[in-house]
């Protein structure tokens, strides 16, 4: 028989230990088998299918990729995350955690976006607003600066993280935005900035306001479209 699969299940026919090699026919039992693995093999499909009716194409398309991980070292300055970006999507989220500064708490860390090794220290618009633990709220905005804060710094070790979304980066012609939220020293942030250059970006250049930072982990994902 042809296989029904995936319409529907197949109903084979299991020989018992009375029956002879032509009831059911041997070699049809082999054939069917054989078209209802294929079948199965063809559903799933191989890894990296491009076939959009596989489980293997529907999967990777759902969800968010992980593209690039990335640790810090020990008192370093800065932070560059390179190649984070490419035409492989669309828009992307970076997640930012576990970190800390070695000045007193307060200090702000700092985002810059670049490419190929060229940082782009101008062209950012928007703003944010922060709330301590106290009650005290401040806000801020940029207008063509040279660079966006996205969250209060602190001396303890993984109290401090900062995620945010980033759209089209990797395009060229369109401006990129940047939305996100942090936590740093006993607040939490929360921002939205343009950079509005319409260069293309690949690149992630983090630093502290002051002094250097320690520890953590950069992970950037890939959002599917699918």
Not at 64 to 81: E, H, M
Request: glycine share 12%; hydrophobic share 30%.
């Amino acid at each position: 028989m042809t296989t029904n699969f995936p319409s529907s299940i197949d109903a084979f026919t299991n020989p018992t230990s009375a029956d002879t090699l032509d009831n059911p026919p041997h070699d049809q039992q082999h054939a069917d088998i054989n078209d209802a693995m294929e079948a199965v093999q063809a559903k799933v499909g191989v890894d990296g299918s491009a076939v959009t009716s596989s489980l293997d194409y529907k999967v990777a398309q759902q969800g968010l990729t992980l593209v690039k991980t990335q640790t810090v070292g020990t008192a370093v300055s800065s932070v560059t995350v390179t190649n984070a970006f490419s035409s492989t999507f669309e828009n992307y989220r970076v997640s930012f955690t576990g970190f800390n500064c070695s000045n007193s708490s307060g200090q702000t860390l700092q985002l810059r976006l670049g490419n190929g090794g060229t940082i782009y220290a101008a062209g950012y618009y928007g703003g944010g607003q922060s709330v301590l633990y106290s009650g005290t709220v401040n806000t801020w905005s940029v207008n063509n600066l040279s660079d966006v804060s996205c969250c209060y710094l602190t001396t303890t070790p993984g109290r401090t993280s900062t995620v945010f979304d980033i759209h089209t980066p990797y395009d060229v012609g369109l401006a990129t935005p940047l939305m996100g939220f942090g936590h740093g020293f006993l607040s939490g942030s929360w921002w939205s900035y343009e950079y509005a250059s319409t260069a293309r970006i690949t690149d992630l250049y983090f630093f502290p306001s002051v002094g250097t930072m320690s520890g953590g982990t950069i992970r950037v994902y890939g959002y599917n479209n699918g």
